[in-house]
């Protein structure tokens, strides 16, 4: 168990609809970034929050939104769902905004299908 | 701009032979990080290594051996006597040596590994 704790594992959805990822970050890690790992892309940045601030901005469509409560969970709002949205999703937490000293911690990831 | 480069994207070995994944890097720091991470077929990232830019030195774990060569901008990673658990997609990333906001791992395409009996 890395610490950072990503719900749901599995999630199939239609195309069109909504749906949100959650993410824990680990304990006394106050920046957490997202990821989309899809088949013919790679492992894509999406987006990095530090303590409930936005701080950076990848490749991540204007569909897709996200944010991190005080509690420093963070969640990943992905909506209009197109069939090329289908991939695994991962949420990393580090210590600081920069996260260069020990990296990341990977969560287990969300796998999305949208059928 | 940073870049990762593993330019083998699928390797198929017998069990019990070596083989060396490949990582070539781009960045114009000075100080960075590299770092290994295993993704099985169950999903998940796991962590192998971290190297410093400033050491060099190789380093062995077990079966698993990594050759950083910053003259080459490389970061190799070798499997010796490899075993079928060892199938996996292995990435390749780099991070800067910051702790400013937007300072993020870039990974490589990834090598999948396949190990056979």
């Known amino acids: 168990d890395s610490g950072v704790t990503q719900t749901p594992k599995h999630l199939i959805t239609a195309t069109g609809q909504r749906v949100t990822l959650r993410c824990s970050p680990r304990?006394?890690?106050?920046?957490v970034y997202w990821y989309q790992q899809s088949l013919d892309q790679g492992l894509q940045f999406l987006i990095q929050?530090?303590?409930?601030?936005?701080?950076a901005k990848g490749n991540i469509l204007e569909r897709f939104s996200a944010q991190q409560f005080p509690d420093l969970h963070s969640e990943l709002n992905l909506s209009s769902l197109e069939l090329g949205d289908s991939a695994l999703y991962f949420c990393?937490?580090?210590?600081?905004?920069?996260?260069?000293?020990?990296?990341?911690?990977f969560g287990s990831g969300t796998r999305l299908t949208v059928v | 701009a940073q870049k990762v480069t593993q330019a083998q994207t699928e390797i198929s070995v017998v069990e019990k032979e070596d083989v060396t994944l490949d990582c070539v890097y781009e960045t114009r720091d000075t100080t960075y990080y590299l770092f290994w991470y295993k993704q099985p077929p169950s999903g998940e990232l796991v962590f192998l290594i971290r190297?410093?830019?400033?050491?060099?030195q190789n380093e062995i774990s077990g079966r698993y051996s990594w050759n950083f060569q910053k003259s080459t901008s490389s970061f190799n990673f070798t499997i010796t006597a490899s075993q079928v658990v060892d199938s996996a997609v292995y990435f390749c990333?780099?991070?800067?040596?910051?702790?400013?906001?937007?300072?993020?791992?870039?990974f490589g395409g990834g090598t999948r590994l396949m190990v056979k009996p």
């Open positions: 929050y530090y303590n409930g601030e936005e701080r």
């Open positions: 990333a780099l991070i800067r040596r910051r702790n400013n906001a937007g300072n993020m791992l870039t």
């Open positions: 190297r410093n830019s400033f050491d060099e």
């Open positions: 304990s006394g890690d106050l920046s």
């Open positions: 990393a937490s580090s210590q600081r905004q920069g996260g260069s000293n020990y990296g990341y911690t």
